[in-house]
């Protein structure tokens, strides 16, 4: 179980409520593809993603960029249970996408940026910057837990 | 990862526009680890006060801001650049260097936090390149 204080829990739920899935979701996930490039393996078959201008604007994309985005909402609601939340999605990402868990971790550091980058210095101050960090490293390690 | 000529020009061409804003970026970098990475602390327990806006947690975010500064201009031989530092940070401090991403991490946020139209992808990368080359400066004398 993870320990959350009561000043953490308000600081991701209400990031959470500021922002939009639809929104950051693209943005992150064409971020990951442009600054980290090598995670374009798992997306041979999404179309362009030749130039980051083709990324940025490549559908697919942001199509995938809303689902990875909205499915942090059940983590948000779960913020007691990540790990057995995300069970499932963590065998499939093992036994049927194959994907690095590293590659975890590097989306959620482009979510952060694109998190900084929406709401600014004060609002994102570094107390929101830990609760959310820490929260996504909670998603993160949830969903590489069941590699083996 | 070596820099290219693309990303020599995207890390001037954002600097000139973090110049703009060094001090507050600086200490933005520096005090967001402190709070993120805990564990930066233990190299600063001789210090009265950590949290953000602390006089001694500005002033060091305005110095090692300051020579990240420096830096820009010494794209091409870092290493030389960055020797006593790194002989310092080696000998001296003995700051484990697997702590220098979680600067540059917050630096990045920083970054996007106060100049966020700039802060574009491609620009991103480039950054995110040169502040690893920078850590891997700074570490060159550890062993």
Redesign the interface.
């Known amino acids: 179980m993870v320990d959350w204080t009561d000043a953490e829990r308000s600081a991701i739920v209400g990031l959470w409520g500021k922002i939009s899935a639809d929104e950051i979701g693209p943005q992150a996930l064409a971020r990951c593809l442009i600054v980290f490039p090598w995670t374009q393996r798992y997306f041979s078959s999404f179309g362009n993603l030749s130039t980051p201008a083709a990324i940025a604007g490549n559908p697919n994309v942001a199509k995938h960029g809303r689902t990875v985005m909205n499915g942090l909402e059940r983590a948000v609601r779960n913020l007691d249970d990540i790990k057995n939340t995300y069970a499932p999605l963590s065998v499939m990402h093992s036994e049927k996408l194959h994907v690095d868990p590293d590659n975890f971790r590097v989306l959620a550091e482009c979510i952060t940026v694109c998190v900084a980058a929406k709401l600014g210095p004060a609002v994102f101050n570094a107390d929101a910057q830990e609760a959310f960090q820490k929260f996504l490293s909670v998603v993160v390690s949830a969903l590489g837990r069941q590699y083996h | 990862m070596s820099l290219s000529a693309k990303d020599k020009a995207n890390v001037k061409s954002i600097w000139t526009k973090i110049l703009t804003k060094s001090d507050?970026i600086g200490e933005?970098a520096f005090?967001?680890m402190l709070?993120?990475y805990p564990q930066t602390k233990t190299y600063f327990s001789h210090w009265a006060d950590l949290k953000?806006g602390s006089a001694q947690v500005k002033k060091h975010g305005d110095t090692i801001m300051n020579k990240i500064d420096e830096c820009v201009n010494h794209m091409e031989d870092l290493v030389p650049f960055l020797s006593s530092l790194s002989e310092l940070h080696a000998t001296k401090l003995r700051v484990d260097p697997a702590n220098f991403k979680f600067l540059a991490?917050?630096l990045?946020?920083?970054v996007?936090?106060?100049l966020?139209n700039d802060?574009?992808?491609?620009i991103?990368?480039s950054v995110?390149k040169f502040l690893q080359l920078v850590a891997l400066a700074l570490a060159e004398k550890y062993r």
């Not at chain 2, 802060?119 to 491609?122: K, L």
């Open positions: 507050d933005q005090s967001r709070v993120v953000p991490h917050c990045l946020v920083a996007a936090a106060y966020p802060f574009t992808p491609d991103h990368l995110d």
